[in-house]
């Protein structure tokens, strides 16, 4: 019995020096459900944006499978931030559909790491691959056993979401400026974890996306956020400015709903969405909630969501079905 009390005593005491990251009457306005002035504020604030690309640079040129593709990391500035990307070309051809692929966020890591396999098949359902670094962030791209890196883009990395649908918008931007081979008004976006995120505001936010893919990802930040306000990344992307006093509860609510594809679904292109059932990061209730949201607008023919008995991380692993449903629904671009 003294075991006993003394372990509810113990817990007692821990449950009530444990601090909240935010007072409760700021939670009640941050977290809730918006009003669709707000929301009406935001699709404003977007239009507005100088997203328009400056001091192009090219920074690397390689050509591929003896000239077949060219691959190039370039350097360009919006709203003041010097970033990179890189763009796999191939050769030869006009008129080319662009796809975008946007990583995920892991706090503290810099480099968005992808690993291509790239062989003259390729080459017969042409599409020019775009990936951005993203603000905070550089491209470590492998190519065939060999990596192409860029530096570090400016920015802050945390700004995950809304900055990074910026910095995407803007990189095609760039590419319709620069490549005269691409046909952006076919473009189409795909990302994993935040990057699915990114890729559904991108289609949200700009009509030149027609296809957008997401696999794993938030679709209400406002929600998670709320659910995991001491996680240390959800600090960093929502939380840390508001807490410091370096951002207002009306702005740092903004940046929430801005990140929520969910309050502006009526916007979306095509879409597909590929969730795991056993996902303790991103639950399946995500997806479901904008499935139900594009039926209320009857805009269910416009959306599948997809659902398989995996977790966050091996989604992608064994498991062919994904991978054919997203290169079929992308090849019809």
Known sequence: MKRLLLSALITIVLSCTKKDVLPQADKQVLFAVPQQAELAQ??????????VPTNYQLVQESKLLNGKFTLKMV?????????????????????????LLINGFGLGITANSVSLAVDSALAKTPFILAIPALRGQSVALTVN?????SPVSEGDQCDAFDGATDDTIAFLNLIQQTETSADVNRTAVRGGSRGGTVALLAGIRDKRVKRVVGVVCPTDLVTLTAQHENDPTYQCQFLNALKSNSASLAVSRSKLLASSPLYFAQHLPLTQLHMGLNDPIV??????????????????????LYSYPKTHTDIAT???ALAERIDDFLSKL
């Open 145 to 149: 056993g060999t990596l192409y890196a």
């Open 318 to 320: 064994d498991n062919p």
């Open 42 to 51: 935001i699709s404003m604030d977007w239009q507005k944006r100088e997203l």
């Open 283 to 304: 639950p399946i209730s995500q997806g479901r909630e904008l499935e139900q949201k594009m039926a209320q607008l009857q805009l269910d023919s416009t959306f599948k």
């Open 75 to 99: 350097a360009y500035v919006v709203a003041g931030i010097k970033e990179y990307g890189a763009l796999l070309i191939p050769q030869g051809a006009n008129r080319l559909p662009v796809r």
